[in-house]
């Protein structure tokens, strides 16, 4: 049975988990994925820019969708506990586990194109940082969402461009290692 390419890309994210290397890789970039995000500029107090997310980006080129997913998942969970900012709630934990699952579906086992950058962000920047987080937000701290909303699209979209080329700074220095070649 023929499967599709979307199905066949999961397949391999998820062999890839099996891996030993594969897993000393996403641990060490989970480590700098906390230690990026732990420095922060606010530009608010409800506002902040890490550059963790490269770290993410980065795991989802090199190993796919599901090991990005849970890589996602595990920073958020280590990064609430080592560095807490509040109670821990598992909204925040689902939105990283699907920008892992976004940037898997668009940068892994691709030649990345600046479309890809583009399309992968937007899609992360609208879905997960905008609607999702900041229901979560309205959910855990009582704000409502339309009030919080405007604030969270102009943050995004002022990183957006910036976001932008750091990721495909980011790709094209990944094509270049010879260890992402191997992988």
């Known amino acids: 049975m023929q499967h599709s390419p979307l199905c066949a890309s999961f397949q391999r994210s998820a062999a890839a988990l099996r891996r030993t290397q594969t897993l000393a890789l996403t641990g060490i970039l989970i480590a700098m994925q906390l230690a990026f995000s732990s420095v922060a500029v606010y530009v608010t107090s409800n506002v902040r820019i890490t550059f963790g997310f490269l770290t993410i980006a980065a795991t989802a080129a090199l190993f796919g969708p599901v090991v990005a997913a849970v890589h996602g998942a595990l920073a958020d969970v280590l990064a609430c506990f080592l560095f807490p900012a509040g109670a821990y709630f598992p909204g925040y934990t689902l939105s990283a586990m699907l920008v892992g699952l976004i940037y898997g ?6 030649e990345v ?10 899609i992360v920047d609208l879905l997960c940082h905008v609607l999702l987080n900041t229901l979560w937000r309205s959910v855990t701290g009582g704000s409502a969402m339309m009030a919080l909303l405007p604030l ?9 461009p910036v ?14 290692l010879p260890l992402a070649q191997r992988l």
């Open 152 to 160: 969270r699209l102009l943050k995004n979209a002022l990183c957006y």
């Open 113 to 122: 194109r600046l479309w890809h950058v583009l399309a992968a962000q937007l």
């Open 105 to 110: 579906l668009f940068f892994y086992r691709r």
């Open 163 to 176: 976001n932008c080329a750091l990721l495909y700074g980011l790709h094209r220095l990944l094509r270049r």
